[in-house]
């Protein structure tokens, strides 16, 4: 089925630890984004990627780093975890930057740290 | 800069019931406006959109119209039912700059049989 793949859809990480959130959409989108989403808080944009070969921060970058692999996969990386980061965290897609289509959103990966 | 408010949930509605949730907006010019659902662990799913004034999005039995002088986007249905139980959001995205989405907070929405 067409549309954006997270992997994983859980994961419990112990405070310091590393781990990277793979993405992966079949539309042929050009741009996607990374945001994560808190109760009382809404949808935070973490990183995006308007096109292939460039990345941006959002509003609350601290504490990740992003690569856009290629035109189909988008990664987020937690270097070293925190309890703060728990979180779920939803990665998006959309067919240009300019935004008239709306998002596709992937299922997301719930993130616990310890 | 531009913000979106949603209404405060829960909503809780009888099946049938009529359904509005309010949207209303602050940007520049014209943006795009969308509204997103939410189920149960699940990501967010388009749901409507409209691009320009007097535009009226549809889908699934639902409507919203984009009113500029109002700057509103409220989301109607005529007859809910318990399956539209779920998380409804309000987006635009600015006509320029770097293109990034607005979010509302999310309007929770309950129906009962």
């Known amino acids: 089925n067409a549309g954006v793949t997270q992997t994983p859809k859980f994961q419990v990480l112990k405070t310091g630890q590393s781990m990277t959130l793979q993405c992966a959409q079949d539309m042929n989108h050009n741009s996607m984004y990374w945001y994560r989403q808190d109760p009382g808080m809404g949808l935070r944009l973490i990183y995006y990627s308007a096109s292939e070969g460039t990345t941006d921060k959002g509003e609350v970058p601290n504490g990740y780093n992003v690569s856009r692999l290629n035109k189909r996969e988008f990664s987020l990386r937690l270097e070293s975890a925190a309890p703060s980061q728990t979180s779920v965290y939803f990665c998006a897609s959309q067919i240009t930057r300019t935004g008239r289509d709306g998002y596709t959103f992937g299922s997301g990966t719930r993130l616990t740290v310890v | 800069g531009n913000s979106v408010t949603q209404m405060e949930g829960p909503v809780t509605l009888s099946e049938e019931a009529f359904l509005t949730i309010n949207c209303t907006y602050t940007a520049t010019g014209y943006p795009s406006l969308f509204w997103y659902v939410q189920y149960p662990g699940e990501g967010l799913q388009l749901l409507l959109k409209?691009?320009?004034?007097?535009d009226k999005g549809s889908n699934k039995g639902f409507e919203a119209t984009y009113r500029k002088e109002t700057t509103s986007f409220h989301l109607e249905k005529g007859s809910v039912q318990v399956s539209d139980s779920a998380v409804y959001f309000c987006a635009l995205t600015p006509l320029g700059g770097s293109y990034i989405p607005t979010f509302g907070r999310g309007t929770s929405l309950i129906v009962h049989p």
């Open positions: 409209a691009t320009k004034a007097d």
